[in-house]
Structure formats: C-alpha cells, structure tokens
T-cell receptor, first 117, second 110 residues
Framework: DAGVTQSPTHLIKTRGQQVTLRCSPK?????VSWYQQALGQGPQFIFQ???????QRGNFPDRFSGHQFPNYSSELNVNALLLGDSALYLC????????????????FGPGTRLTVL | QQPVQSPQAVILREGEDAVINCSSS?????VHWYRQKHGEAPVFLMI?????EQKGHEKISASFNEKKQQSSLYLTASQLSYSGTYFC???????????FGTGTRLTIIP
C-alpha cells in the first residue's frame, strides 16, 4: 500500500517564476492538505481540498493556488515566486468522515524542497 | 494564534522520562501530536478529541485539558528512536485547519 507521494523531491527556481508541485494521497484517502514548512519551524497550513474544491485556506496570498483531480491527487501552484517562498512543501492526506477529516490521522508525504534564488 | 510548546528543546539519557506541553490561546476542539525526524516528514502519533481525554501508544501517552486549552505528551522510558522534533497541532471549534506549534526538539543520548 503506497503512502503519500510527492513530486518533485527538490526544485530550484528564480524569483518571478511559477512552480507546480504534485501530490498523490494514500490509497483510500480523499482529502488533501498542503503545508509550508520553513527551516526550523512547524508546518503552516496553506489549504485543504475535498471533492475537488478548496474547503479551508490559511493565511497565504492568492499567488498560492491548488487543484484536486477526480482521482484525489492534487497540485499546488505558486506564481511570482519570492525568495521567502523557499521552504519544504508538505502534502498530507486523510479520510473524510462525519464532516471532519482532521479527526482522522493525517499521513504526510516526504515533501518537496523548493529553493528560490 | 500558534500554540506554544515547552520546552523548546530537551536532552535526555536513554530510559528517562519526558513531558512536552502545548498551550493555546483559543478554545480547542482537538489536539494532534506528530514527531518529525531530521529530513523526514512528520509522523502521526495520536489525536485527542475530548476534554480530559488521555490516549496511549506504547510508552507514549498524552492528555488534553479542554478547559485549560492545554495538552501534554508523556514519553516514558525514552528510547533512542524517540529523538526528533515533536509538534502539536491544534484545531479550533468551527474550522478544519490544523495550526502547528513551535516544536520541541528532543534528543536522546545513550
């Protein structure tokens, strides 16, 4: 049973460019959340997708957008990259039950390390 | 509104016990605990949903005081494998996002 997978593992971009990160949830999971983790900090919630819609969003600008596909996989897009966007981007999947997916275990992927020069 | 964890870092000898605390300024619906080893993804330890609930996972247990908006993680007879950074994640009433704490770095030495 494959866990959460993310691609690519590492990415180097320059300021102003755009980037797309991909996530495949754990088999059987239908909810995907994205987090940004700066060095030495805890993960910061970006947004959550369920049934192909953004359900919750953290305090991130509109440059951060996402998408969920019918097979539950998800993409995170970041436009007009800034130096401060350099971080580890984590995807976590869970199973929606009784309207509160977060009451179930979230499985994290290995992350994508984004470096903006 | 990020939960505050204490201590920030702790060093223990193998076999000693540790307590990690997580405090929030807002009313909490649930508290999640994760452990992250260097260069790896966070790994789920447990979730506490009800006020006063306590859960255990082998030698790792936790309590959740809903009225005080606090949770504590207890590590008993620590093993070398317990080393890592521990994060609590809190969920408030009426929303679906987790807010992670500041983290506690635990180092276990032989």
């Amino acid at each position: 049973d494959a866990g959460v997978t993310q691609s690519p593992t590492h990415l180097i971009k320059t300021r102003g460019q755009q980037v797309t990160l991909r996530c495949s949830p754990k088999s059987g999971h239908d909810t995907v959340s994205w987090y940004q983790q700066a060095l030495g900090q805890g993960p910061q919630f970006i947004f959550q997708y369920y049934e192909e819609e953004e359900r919750q969003r953290g305090n991130f600008p509109d440059r951060f957008s996402g998408h969920q596909f019918p097979n539950y996989s998800s993409e995170l897009n970041v436009n007009a990259l800034l130096l401060g966007d350099s971080a580890l981007y984590l995807c976590a999947s869970s199973l929606e039950m009784s309207g509160r997916a977060l009451h179930n275990e979230q499985f994290f992927g290995p992350g994508t390390r984004l470096t903006v020069l | 509104q990020q939960p505050v964890q204490s201590p920030q870092a702790v060093i223990l000898r193998e076999g000693e016990d540790a307590v990690i605390n997580c405090s929030s300024s807002k009313a909490l619906y649930s508290v999640h605990w994760y452990r992250q080893k260097h260069g790896e993804a966070p790994v789920f330890l447990m979730i506490l949903l009800k006020g006063g609930e306590q859960k255990g996972h082998e030698k790792i247990s936790a309590s959740f005081n809903e009225k005080k908006q606090q949770s504590s993680l207890y590590l008993t007879a620590s093993q070398l494998s317990y080393s890592g950074t521990y994060f609590c994640g809190t969920e408030g009433w009426g929303n679906e996002k987790l807010t992670f704490g500041t983290g506690t770095r635990l180092t276990i030495i032989p």
